[in-house]
């Protein structure tokens, strides 16, 4: 079998990275998340992370070459089929990922966009707290972890994400709508979108998750 792409797309807090874990569980993928990628290096305090967390803070996208160049080093170190979660963010990045396609043969599956609105959105990032352990995500009000601070999963520590703060929150769904979001329509004219109401259950989003995948698999 070839091994399959899938893309995740879906503003900030739309559960793409919650729904890239259920379907690591079920299916026989791995997710790359270029958010996570990017913060890890901020841990490492390598000169990529340092570089990269003024635009993260700030609301911004990284610049196309780093994130282009952190994803072609992924893409060529994996055999498994791959989600890609929070890539492409533009369209250049999406033009690139096609020509990384070309490179290696291989092509994009299947797009599934998780659309959510904004004042929702808002509501799931300005309260949201993430594992350092295993990166599930809590809510301070919606899903309160059962111990303060901990995760119910893993026992890591929880935290607010640094780019989770108003100002940022607020770039970050602007930067949504005028870069991201018109890959709705180019995705849709290749003929591999499908759209999934993200206000709902996370196991609801998830079936409809799993429809779509056991459909092309
Ligand atoms: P995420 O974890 O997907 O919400 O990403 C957090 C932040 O990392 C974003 O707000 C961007 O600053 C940066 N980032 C993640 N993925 C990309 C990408 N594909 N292109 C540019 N910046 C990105």
Same mark, same amino acid.
């Given at each position: 079998?070839?091994?399959m792409y899938l ?75 791959i ?25 994009i599956n ?48 929880? *935290? ?15 930067? *949504? ?9 180019? *995705? ?30």
């Open positions: 079998m070839n091994r893309i995740l797309l879906g503003a900030p807090g739309s559960g793409k990275g919650t729904q890239s874990k259920l379907i690591v569980e079920k299916y026989p993928f791995i997710q790359i998340s270029t958010g996570d990628i990017l913060r890890e290096e901020i841990t490492k305090k390598s000169s990529l992370g340092i570089e990269a967390k003024k635009f993260m803070d700030g609301g911004k996208l990284v610049p196309d070459e780093l994130i282009i160049m952190i994803l072609k080093k992924k893409l060529l170190n994996t055999e498994k089929h989600i890609l979660d929070g890539f492409p963010r533009n369209l250049s990045q999406a033009n690139a990922l096609d020509e990384m396609m070309n490179e290696i043969g291989g092509s299947s797009v599934i966009n998780i659309s959510v609105e904004d004042s929702i959105l808002e509501e799931r990032l300005s309260g949201r707290l993430v594992c350092k352990g295993c990166g599930t995500s809590f809510h301070k009000l919606f899903l309160i972890p059962i111990k303060d601070g901990i995760c119910d999963k893993c026992g890591g520590d929880l *935290y607010q994400r640094s780019d989770d703060l108003p100002e940022s929150i607020k770039q970050r769904l602007i930067v *949504y709508h005028q870069s991201t979001k018109p890959l709705i329509d180019f *995705y849709d004219a290749k003929g591999l979108l499908s759209n999934v109401d993200g206000d709902k259950e996370v196991n609801d989003i998830f079936k409809s998750i799993t429809s779509i995948i056991d459909g092309r698999i």
